[in-house]
């Protein structure tokens, strides 16, 4: 059974908008995998954080990158995570990932980068044109 599974990707023009949705399972929806974030990986370069929260404590987190124009967000009630991004920029296009961690100390420790992260999707695909 897949864990999180991610849609909404799509090829959009610059200045375009999209809206990633990750539909979480009740095995982690219902356990201490409070880390919720949102990664990308564009071909050649290595995995990067985008936006995290933290489904325990509340705190949110994003890429200086994506600040202003991409935002977080949850649906308790349908189990998802969402990424809103508007004003996309060709330097955006990746596959994007969503992933589930635990806390370490009593909170989401580097929320941005892929070493607590234990349940990943299978990734959906966006391509920004210029």
């Known amino acids: 059974q897949e864990q999180l599974v991610e849609s909404g990707g799509a090829s959009v023009q610059a200045g375009g908008s999209l809206r990633l949705s990750c539909a979480i399972s009740e095995f982690i929806y219902s356990s201490s995998y409070y880390c919720m974030g949102w990664f990308r990986e564009a071909l050649g370069k290595e995995r990067e954080g985008v936006a995290a929260?933290?489904?325990?404590?509340?705190?949110?987190y994003y890429a200086d990158s994506v600040k202003g124009r991409f935002m977080i967000s949850r649906d308790n009630s349908k189990k998802s995570l969402y990424l809103q991004m508007i004003s996309l920029r060709p330097e955006d296009t990746a596959m994007y990932y969503c992933?589930?961690?635990?806390?370490?100390?009593?909170?989401?420790?580097?929320?941005?980068?892929?070493?607590?992260?234990?349940?990943w999707g299978q990734g959906t695909q966006v391509t920004v044109s210029s």
């Open positions: 929260l933290d489904r325990g404590g509340g705190g949110i």
């Open positions: 992933a589930a961690g635990r806390w370490v100390g009593g909170y989401c420790r580097q929320p941005l980068t892929t070493v607590n992260y234990d349940y």
